[in-house]
């Protein structure tokens, strides 16, 4: 299978109106679109749309939530004038752990025919349960995918609701490197990145995360609430949640 996981570091360094900084360890799965009705046969541990200890379920993504997420997500790529016909794609995201998933961001990597990084999709959910698909181009034929969108989602109430993301995607054979800074008028508000090494997608690997960090997707909702904290703690400005027009 080309499906298999990643393992690394996620790291949030706030620039204004304070330094701000957070460094914490995590894991995904990346799968192949193409490789999704595999799932329950090649894993007893990792599931699709069927319980077990893990589990990706279709409905937790896309917008609305898919049914079928392969078939709805290459309907995406067309509504947005790409012909995705033999092309690859790969889901990184976490999947639910003992029923429960929280994602602040997944990531389509699509790649054609030739194996050049075509598009990237960035699926954003907030904690408020809403859900925004960021669909990018590159700027131009380097080797690090790099392209830019208007913020156009609530996230955090400790950020603005204006500016705009940078991100960079440098998918090599063992590791993937996505970086997405938040800018407003060309001062960094916020950088954000993930380190990952790829891992063999074996139940045993699945077996040896679990054990390193059990309950994950938990641990996200965790951190949030409690990094939320310390910033208001530090003075940070709040901004109410409001539905912001993609």
């Not at 054979?173 to 407003?184: C, D, G, P, V, Y």
Request: proline share 5%.
């Amino acid at each position: 299978m080309r499906s298999h996981l990643l393992e690394g570091v996620v790291r949030h360094r706030r620039a204004r109106p304070f330094v701000y900084a957070l460094e914490h360890r995590v894991n995904y799965v990346a799968l192949d679109l193409d490789e999704l009705d595999d799932i329950n046969r090649s894993s007893t541990l990792l599931g699709r749309n069927r319980r077990r200890i893990l589990e990706l379920r279709d409905r937790d993504h896309l917008d609305p939530p898919a049914a079928d997420l392969r078939t709805e997500f290459l309907a995406h790529l067309r509504a947005h004038g790409e012909s995705p016909a033999g092309w690859r794609i790969t889901l990184v995201t976490n999947p639910r752990v003992l029923g429960y998933v929280f994602n602040p961001a997944s990531f389509y990597l699509c790649r054609d025919g030739h194996g050049a990084l075509r598009v990237v999709v960035v699926e954003v959910h907030n904690t408020h349960g809403e859900r925004h698909l960021y669909t990018l181009l590159p700027g131009d034929r380097a080797p690090t995918f790099q392209a830019s969108m208007g913020k156009a989602f609530y996230v955090s109430p400790f950020i603005e609701t204006d500016g705009a993301y940078r991100v960079r995607v440098r998918d090599e054979a063992s590791r993937l490197r996505i970086t997405i800074n938040h800018e407003q008028t060309d001062d960094l508000v916020l950088h954000a990145s993930l380190d990952l090494v790829r891992r063999p997608l074996t139940d045993r690997n699945l077996l040896r995360m679990l054990l390193k960090q059990p309950l994950v997707t938990h641990k996200t909702t965790l951190m949030i609430h409690w990094h939320a904290l310390r910033l208001w703690l530090r003075g940070a400005r709040f901004h109410r949640h409001r539905e912001v027009a993609p």
